[in-house]
T-cell receptor, first 113, second 110 residues
Framework: EAGVVQSPRYKIIEKKQPVAFWCNPI?????LYWYRQNLGQGPELLIR????????DSQLPKDRFSAERLKGVDSTLKIQPAELGDSAVYLC???????????FGDGTRLSIL | GIQVEQSPPDLILQEGANSTLRCNFS?????LQWFHQNPWGQLINLFY???GTKQNGRLSATTVATERYSLLYISSSQTTDSGVYFC????????????FGTGTLLAVQP
């Protein structure tokens, strides 16, 4: 079974530029999550999708962050414009519904210059 | 909000040694997972263990939900066990948001 696939693996951009991350969850997993992990800390949830519906986006900075999961499968997380403080690892996870184990992708390491 | 504390924060072991990592949480939880984040940043599922005991090779875990703690046992440690170990919980009656603990940084020396 293929795991959660994320791309790109690394991204370096200048501040104020836009950036996008892509995630393809494990086949059949209807719940998808985006987390952000700052250096030396554990991941923190940004947004959770049940199929194509965003059911928890309370931690997503909506002034510059957006996400979509149009067909209820893969998802894109966007930042526009990026700020220096956005440097972090962005992790995608998926699960087969609620109260099921979450499986993580390898993440995208974002560096803002 | 819920507090998820892990101990010890750092641990250095000689290859072959055994260790116990602890995770304490301050509120009732639905689920608990243990992860290993390797030096390349990959977050690997170890156990999904809301209660009881599970074993997988050299690793085992026990969660006592009524006393709000979980333990991860590593036996005969290897250098590839190095990295950060996180426990993460989801709250009872809440969304499926994983709340990660403070982590234990493990270094296994040859």
């Amino acid at each position: 079974e293929a795991g959660v696939v994320q791309s790109p693996r690394y991204k370096i951009i200048e501040k104020k530029q836009p950036v996008a991350f892509w995630c393809n969850p494990i086949s059949g997993h209807n719940t998808l999550y985006w987390y952000r992990q700052n250096l030396g800390q554990g991941p923190e949830l940004l947004i959770r999708y049940e199929n194509e519906e965003a059911v928890d986006d309370s931690q997503l900075p909506k002034d510059r962050f957006s996400a979509e999961r149009l067909k209820g499968v893969d998802s894109t997380l966007k930042i526009q414009p990026a700020e220096l403080g956005d440097s972090a690892v962005y992790l995608c996870a998926s699960s087969f519904g609620q109260n099921q184990p979450q499986h993580f992708g390898d993440g995208t390491r974002l560096s803002i210059l | 909000g819920i507090q998820v504390e892990q101990s010890p924060p750092d641990l250095i072991l000689q290859e072959g040694a055994n260790s116990t990592l602890r995770c304490n949480f301050s509120d009732s939880v639905n689920n608990l997972q243990w992860f290993h984040q390797n030096p390349w940043g990959q977050l690997i599922n170890l156990f999904y263990i809301p209660s009881g005991t599970k074993q997988n090779g050299r690793l085992s875990a026990t969660t006592v939900a009524t006393e709000r703690y979980s333990l991860l046992y590593i036996s005969s440690s290897q250098t590839t066990d190095s990295g950060v170990y996180f426990c993460a919980v989801t709250l009872s009656g809440a969304t499926n948001k994983l709340i990660f603990g403070t982590g234990t940084l493990l270094a296994v020396q040859p």
